[in-house]
Every structure is written in structure tokens, then in C-alpha cells.
């Protein structure tokens, strides 16, 4: 009787253990700033990359504002990244900018996705004016998972240094539109 008591509850402990651990339903806390050899990696299949890239198992799935990303080709480490119902622009050094409400449908962040890196393209122009002033302005082409494909131009604007001691700090970019990103280019290219 004791015998079969002590297997009967070693049995419920090995199928409780083994359902525990079941990976089907593998919830992953994915930092967005992943270093460049981490991109790309299926840390469902890979779990022993997980630590290497710093990525956590979430245990516990209360709410938490965990903000899902999708990388683009270029410019290099630049993310369109989704939180709750929110999507930014994320570019290297450059603070976020926020993109329209209506494409939060038509970008998919699922965990497939995810792996996959949005091919974009960027055209940079660098013109000067008359005054020998610089221009710095940028269109990003981003085609769209639902179809499509949406134009965002940018601004660069000029940082005016002075003599005090310069700090690292993120630099603004504004947004421009298109039609005047394409006068731009009409009037000041040779």
C-alpha cells in the first residue's frame, strides 16, 4: 500500500514536471536593442542562445508593456518597433519617431515575423544651397506585410556646436513630406 502510494505520487510529479516544461506556448521577453549577431535567431528552437542574447522567459505572464520589433534592412539597426498600439521609428542615436496609427495592422510582429527583416529601401540625399547651407534629408520606402507600400522623408537638421564641451545626446530628426522632399531634390541637385 505505502509502495503504490510513493508511485502513484512520483508518477503525478513526472507528468506535472513534464507539463511544466512544455515549450508549445514559450512566452519570450525579447530585449529590442539585441546586438547584431543576435538578429534573427529563433530563440523557441535555439533556447541556448537565450542567455547569450539576453533573452528571458516570461514565467509569469501578468501585463507587461514588452514592446515587439521588426528590423529593416537599412539603415543599418534601424527597428520599427510596436508598443501596445503605438508604432515607432527607431534609428541609431536618432530619439524615436512616431510612424501613423494605421499601419499598426498592416506590419506583423508575430513570432515568425519577427525573424524575418523588413526589406526596405533608403534614399540619402546631401545637397547645398546657394548659401553653401547643408541639407540632410532621407526617404524611407517600407513595404507593408498586408501590401504595399508606405513613404516616410525626413529632415536632418543641423547641429549648431558652441564652444562648451559637447555631451553625447540623441539627435532630432523632423519629419518632412514627401512632396517636399522630392522639390527639394528638384531644386537644389545639379
Request: hydrophobic letters at 35%; one cysteine or more.
Amino acid at each position: 500500500m505505502r509502495q503504490t502510494f510513493f508511485s502513484s505520487v512520483s508518477v503525478l510529479v513526472v507528468v506535472f514536471l513534464f507539463s511544466c516544461s512544455s515549450s508549445k506556448n514559450v512566452v519570450l521577453d525579447v530585449p529590442t536593442d539585441l546586438p547584431e549577431i543576435c538578429k534573427g535567431i529563433d530563440f523557441v528552437s535555439q533556447p541556448d542562445m537565450r542567455e547569450l542574447c539576453g533573452v528571458r522567459t516570461l514565467r509569469y505572464q501578468a501585463y507587461q508593456n514588452i514592446a515587439l520589433q521588426r528590423y529593416l534592412i537599412m539603415p543599418k539597426g534601424a527597428s520599427i518597433v510596436k508598443s501596445q498600439n503605438s508604432l515607432e521609428l527607431r534609428l541609431p542615436n536618432i530619439l524615436p519617431i512616431p510612424l501613423p496609427q494605421e499601419l499598426a495592422n498592416s506590419i506583423e510582429f508575430s513570432q515568425e515575423k519577427r525573424l524575418e527583416q523588413i526589406k526596405n529601401t533608403m534614399d540619402y540625399k546631401e545637397l547645398f544651397t546657394s548659401n553653401r547651407e547643408r541639407i540632410k534629408i532621407f526617404k524611407l520606402s517600407i513595404p507593408l506585410d498586408a501590401g504595399g507600400v508606405n513613404e516616410f522623408c525626413f529632415n536632418i537638421p543641423e547641429v549648431k556646436l558652441d564652444n562648451r564641451k559637447r555631451t553625447h545626446s540623441s539627435t532630432r530628426i523632423e519629419s518632412l513630406k514627401c512632396s517636399d522632399y522630392d522639390n527639394i531634390i528638384a531644386k537644389y541637385s545639379n
